[in-house]
């Protein structure tokens, strides 16, 4: 199938095709002999899988680092946590997505202070020769 119905199949655009293509999270699909892309199952099926992996909060560079190794991810869902691939657990991706895990914390843990701060400045009166009392 041509990418814009390979885009449809998958849930996405040609123009993200075109991206993880560029990025390495696709290899180049084999091409007519116009030039135009052919995408099959197997690649539907990484697209799925890459879509999977960026709907989990993994970045673009996070699933370039582990491209060489989704191949190791059968069928086009993760596998549950333990498997190896990208997604966690003990193989070959675990430390992608276990870096990913902290920057999520640490952002998680900046946003909860950020909010607690931005609380107590609300419910706490103004001090000071403006305070709107006279």
Do not use: F, H, W
């Amino acid at each position: 199938m041509r990418i814009g119905d390979a885009a449809a199949a998958a849930g996405t655009t040609p123009r993200a095709l075109r991206l993880y293509e560029q990025r390495g999270l696709l290899l180049p699909p084999p091409r007519t002999p116009s030039g135009q892309r052919e995408y099959g199952p197997r690649e539907i099926a990484r697209i799925r899988l890459v879509r999977q992996l960026l709907a989990l909060g993994l970045t673009i560079e996070d699933v370039a680092r582990c491209a060489d190794r989704l191949d190791l991810l059968e069928g086009d869902t993760l596998p549950p946590y333990d498997s190896p691939g990208c997604s966690g657990g003990s193989g070959v991706g675990s430390g992608v997505a276990r870096r990913r895990i902290a920057a999520l914390d640490a952002e998680i843990a900046r946003l909860t202070e950020l909010r607690n701060r931005l609380a107590s400045a609300v419910a706490e009166p103004p001090a000071g020769p403006y305070s709107g009392t006279p």
